[in-house]
């Protein structure tokens, strides 16, 4: 029996093994070179290949030293690397074999890096660039070459000839003096066996024609090599670069590939010359190669009518400046590259500059060298007689893409070279990066042109109140220079740099420079306010005088009293300055790194403050016609967001004065990952969270949620710690994940709570400790603290709701969301009554009195005492309920001690957070 299997076992490994071959791709099955054998090294050549009609082709091939030619296909990175090593001699970094088929390329590159290491230069050609004609004919198609005359008179010096092209093109810095034409020669073989596939054999093509031609060609004479044909070579004619070994020597040509239709229009011939010089295309930003009328190296056969030669047909145009400076033809004396702020220059045309002003404008966008706008001149006259008119025509450039410059077309109609495309007295571009360009006048033959970057400022300043006076200058960095007498009383006299906000927001700035001129009571900081009249309600958290005390002043409503509080003293500068608005309550917070936050004093309620309001940047001298001045950095202001987290999720956000309501639907917030609606703020260091559920309708769904949450992210399976009310009996639970991924432990805290009901989270380091209240002053515990050591440095806290059920919404309102400590009433004295009692008066021992810490957790008095004894509870974060409820007494005076509380928001942004609410959109825009 066994003697039967086996045979049977290898016929069936075989059989798999077989169909396995067979479904393998060729590309597979080519060997994977060596690991230490993965590089190539030779000169990178790129290739362009353009038809009469349609979409260009582009290859790319590694031109070794013993004249092999490698055909690459470029991964991403390695295309993005290849307009820049153009020419240049190359380590290419093979990944594997790319080919499949004859004709297609053979190795797949991922990196192309130069051999020596330095980043790339422009391709600079000066001096004598002799080309040789060859005039090559397909022994199967009988069709015939022009004359040799013809070809060699195209290299005359007279217009449009390309002795007289070149130099006009590059100002006299280089010649095809020297260069001739051969011919025709027959190749050897058929024209069938130089298309494979329908695409053409380039280098075959030029070793056949070159080795023709031998015996009559001093080839290393020449710089660059013009093969014509009798017949189409496939969909194009091409312009680049190929090894050839020609009279013993093999060395790299400038080469261009040129049927019929190419060599009898002389702009094709210039087209692809410039090609092996190295310029790559330039176009209008519609998609498009072939569309721009400024650039030979576009649309070379644009308005061939005005410039057409009797005998050479259609003359191509100049090209434009980005190309000028890749191949060094523009004197480094005449181009203007843009520094910042603004400037007015002369441009002249690049047909024929005069003897002053500067030949291009280069203005980099965010700063980049390989992110610009160029600005050049150009008029109908020379070459460019054929251009669409006179005046300035503006490109971007990206240095790294297929077609780097394209023209800048503001009515975005698909044509690059009408009317919106040139840029004429009076006008104005208004680009990227707040870069503005004007046209002032006409200067001759060129342009006066004011150029500039001041970036218009999100800011408005105004003065408020009597004696106040000032100004801003936003440049990044806000600074202010400011009079005016006090923050203070029933009205105020300050400069302030604002905007308009609504709803909830963290306002933040880092106050990175404070001249206080001596005076003691000058102040500069953060201000949120009603209105711009100087009564108005205000919250405002500034440093104060030459010692940089911390203060906090608000105004709860319009013509009302200024209440204070302290802060720390002698703060170092630089210093950040946070205010956290949740309604109509705010809360203030200074700190010397944006991680650990102090808070100025419990949140402060403004009733009478309105949904909409200004925010921004106060500051005051507290002397009329003394000025001050201020350096604010990274200010920023971020409101609250929301987003549905996890599968099945969505909702809404809706904040109405102290309220918010989330309508919600979602799956649950259990095991490995969540699914909920969330309304978050981004939070680092420690945490003090309070909101009030007020309503709650669960649509019937007995296992929807809606409380508070702390998490690491908004991933759905990020550690997260949550406070929650549970369905229509509304139990009280707590949830949490420790670590991205992991499991969710569950703990019961309550059973039938009642609405409305306060929920809390203390966040301490990593520790997270939740509390309930059914009054918002006595919280008690929920469950032990957590340790959430999956949470980073950088957490997201707010609401949170999911009906656990989706599709099904429910409905979770909260008010009084507040951040930070807030008082404990003090426990009240008990009155004796006035009727002498014979019974004698207890006196607590002292193991009864109860002590208090600053921990967020407290603990209930087991003890009542009597009405003789006295004792005060100090306020915490966490109060201990007394045993004999309190009387509902005024919140104390606020007295900071200058201690850091227990919990204390850090909602911090990153480094290029939006600077204003809301963010400025950073949108290309141009205005006529």
């Known amino acids: ?93 093979i990944s594997g074999p790319a080919q499949a088929a004859p004709g297609d390329p053979v190795w797949l590159v991922d990196d192309l890096r130069p051999v020596d290491g330095r980043a790339p230069t422009a391709l600079i050609v000066s001096g004598a660039q002799p080309f040789v004609t060859i005039l090559c004919s397909f022994p199967d198609i009988a069709a015939a070459h022009k004359p040799a005359d013809y070809f060699q008179g195209m290299y005359g010096a007279d217009a449009p000839a390309l002795n007289h092209y070149w130099p006009a093109l590059s100002y006299g810095a280089i010649s095809v003096d020297g260069s001739a034409a051969f011919g025709p020669y027959t190749l050897p073989q058929p024209s069938t066996h130089y298309l494979p596939n329908d695409s ?56 261009t590939w040129l049927p019929p239709w190419a060599w009898n229009n002389i702009s094709v011939v210039m087209h692809e010359m410039g090609h092996s010089f190295g310029l790559p295309h330039s176009s209008g930003d519609y998609g498009q190669t072939y569309d721009s009328p400024w650039d030979v190296m576009s649309k070379d056969r644009a308005n061939c009518a005005i410039t057409r030669d009797p005998v050479y047909n259609c003359v191509g145009q100049g090209t434009i400046a980005y190309h000028l400076e890749l191949l060094g033809w523009l004197p480094p004396a005449r181009r203007y590259i843009h520094g910042g702020g603004a400037q007015t220059i002369r441009l002249e045309p690049l047909d024929a500059p005069g003897d002053e002003g500067y030949m291009v404008a280069q203005i980099p966008i965010d700063g980049s060298s390989t992110h610009f706008y160029t600005v050049e001149a150009r008029r109908r006259a020379g070459y460019d007689a054929k251009l669409p008119g006179n005046g300035l025509v503006i490109h971007e ?12 077309d503001p009515d975005n109609d698909g044509d690059p070279g009408d009317a919106a495309a040139l840029w004429t007295v009076g006008e104005t571009f208004t680009g990227l990066d707040s870069v503005v360009v004007t046209v002032d006048e006409a200067v001759g033959d060129g342009y006066r042109v004011t150029i500039s970057t001041v970036r218009p400022s999100d800011w408005t300043g105004t003065a408020v109140g009597v004696g106040a006076a000032g100004d801003l200058d936003d440049n990044d960095d806000l600074t202010i220079s400011a009079s005016g007498g006090d923050i203070f009383g029933p009205a105020d006299s300050l400069f302030f740099a604002h905007q308009t906000a609504a709803g909830s927001l963290e306002l933040k700035t880092r106050l990175i420079g404070w001249d206080a001129a001596g005076i003691q009571s000058a102040k500069a900081g953060l201000m949120i306010r009603a209105a711009l009249d100087a009564d108005a309600p205000h919250f405002t958290v500034h440093v104060t005088g030459p010692d940089n005390a911390v203060k906090l002043k608000w105004r709860e409503s319009a013509g009302g009293t200024t209440k204070s509080a302290d802060g720390s003293v002698d703060l170092t500068l630089p210093v950040w300055l946070k205010i956290v608005k949740t309604g109509r309550a705010f809360a203030a917070f200074y700190s010397a790194n944006d991680v650990d936050w102090t808070q100025i004093a419990p949140p402060q309620t403004l009733a009478d403050f309105p949904a909409t309001y200004r925010y921004g940047l106060a500051v005051t001298s507290n002397q009329p016609g003394q000025a001050v001045g201020a350096t604010f950095a990274r200010t920023a202001a971020v409101p609250w967001a929301a987003t549905a987290i996890g599968n099945g999720s969505d909702g809404t956000a809706s904040e109405a004065a102290d309220e918010v309501t989330l309508q919600a639907t ?14 978050y703020m981004l939070g680092t260091g420690d945490l003090d969270l309070r909101a009030r559920l007020a309503g709650w309708e669960t649509n019937d769904n007995n296992t ?55 929920l809390r989270l203390v966040k301490q380091g990593q520790a997270i400790t939740a509390y309930t209240s059914t009054d918002g002053v006595y919280y008690e515990p929920a469950g032990p603290p957590v340790t959430l050591g999956g949470l980073g440095s950088e957490y997201v806290y707010g609401l949170a709701a999911t009906s656990n059920q989706p599709g099904s919404y429910v409905t979770a309102t909260f008010r009084d969301l507040r951040l930070g400590p807030l008082p404990v009433p003090p426990q009240p004295t008990a009155t004796p009554t006035a009727t002498p009692s014979p019974t004698p008066t207890r006196t607590p021992t002292a193991t009864v009195t109860p002590t208090t810490s600053a921990s967020p957790t407290g603990t209930r008095p087991t003890t009542t005492p009597t009405a003789t004894s006295t004792r005060t509870l100090t306020p915490t974060p966490t109060g201990t309920r007394p045993a004999t409820t309190p009387t509902r007494t005024t919140p104390p005076t606020v007295t900071p001690t200058g201690t850091r509380p227990a919990g204390s928001p850090t909602a911090t942004l990153h480094p290029d957070a939006a600077p204003s609410l809301p963010a400025r959109p950073r949108l290309r825009q141009v205005a006529r």
């Open 1 to 93: 029996m066994h003697a039967r299997i086996f045979p049977r076992l290898i016929l069936l490994v075989a059989s798999l093994l077989s169909l396995a071959l067979l479904r393998t791709p060729l590309r597979s099955l080519v060997a994977q070179p060596p690991v230490a054998d993965r590089t190539r090294v030779g000169t990178l050549a790129v290739t362009w290949g353009d038809p009469p009609e349609g979409d260009p082709l582009v290859r790319y091939d590694l031109l070794a030293d013993d004249g092999t030619t490698i055909r690459l296909q470029l991964g991403a990175t390695a295309k993005a690397q290849a307009l820049a090593l153009n020419g240049r001699r190359v380590v290419a970094v």
């Open 704 to 758: 929807a949620k809606a409380g508070l949450m702390i998490r690491g992210s908004t991933a759905a399976n990020a550690p997260e710690f949550t406070l929650h009310v549970t369905g229509r009996n509304r139990a009280v639970k707590l949830k949490y994940r420790t670590t991205t991924g992991g499991a969710t432990t569950s703990i019961n805290v309550a059973d039938g709570a009642p609405l409305p009901i306060w």
């Open 200 to 255: 053409p054999d380039l280098t075959a093509l030029a070793k056949d024609c070159a080795a023709a031609a031998d015996a009559d060609v001093a080839f290393p004479a020449y710089s660059g090599v013009n093969l014509t044909f009798n017949a189409d070579i496939g969909c194009c004619a091409w312009g680049g670069s190929q090894s050839l070994t020609a009279d013993g020597v093999t060395r790299v040509y400038r080469l």
């Open 397 to 408: 450039v990206i240095t790294n893409r297929v077609r780097p410059a394209r023209v800048v």
């Open 666 to 679: 979602g799956g649950d917030i259990y095991k490995k990952a969540d699914s909920l609606f969330f309304r």
